[in-house]
């Protein structure tokens, strides 16, 4: 399935990202949310390590929530509970930062036993995803610059579309 999109020009946005599919016809959407008016203030300003990033969307029949986790067990490596709600049932899921070097940011998501590996090649303008680090399960490209223009091919049902583009968002967020 291939789905499109446009993320804002400032990171700092609190505006809807609507996901469409090839006819045009919106299947999700993916919002920054901010705890306060002061949590929002304190993102404007230069101390990148007071900057909390959670992730609201839906999509596919699926709620997300994206949410970081205290800033005590940030300490070494960023990370996010991911909760994953059906109509049935509620699931969280781990999302972890393993960047080595800010030129070759990596995200692990941890869903059912399995490690989707989020790289992103600035070079490139992709982001690939892969399960394990072996089978290519989704891609990211970037179509446009200027406004960031979005083209996203998911191969599995695993995965939704918010959720790719959620992490995403928070590795364009981060990085």
């Not at 020009?9 to 809807?16: A, F, N």
Request: proline share 3%; aromatic share 12%.
């Amino acid at each position: 399935m291939e789905f499109f999109t446009v993320l804002p020009m400032r990171k700092y946005l609190d505006k809807q990202i609507v996901i469409s599919d090839s006819d045009s016809t919106k299947v999700g959407f993916i919002q920054r949310r901010y705890k306060s008016r002061l949590d929002k203030v304190i993102n404007y300003l230069p101390l990148s390590f007071l900057e909390t990033r959670n992730i609201d969307g839906e999509g596919g029949g699926y709620q997300l929530k994206i949410r970081e986790q205290s800033f005590k067990s940030n300490l070494t490596k960023l990370k996010w509970d991911v909760y994953l709600k059906d109509v049935n049932k509620e699931s969280s899921f781990l999302l972890r930062d393993k960047t080595k070097i800010s030129t070759n940011p990596r995200m692990v998501y941890h869903k059912n036993n399995k490690e989707y590996v989020f790289k992103k090649d600035i070079f490139n303008r992709t982001c690939d995803i892969s399960i394990d680090g072996h089978i290519s399960c989704a891609e990211i490209k970037m179509d446009k610059k200027f406004p960031p223009s979005l083209r996203i091919k998911v191969k599995t049902d695993d995965l939704t579309v918010a959720e790719v583009l959620g992490v995403y968002y928070i590795i364009n967020l981060v990085y």
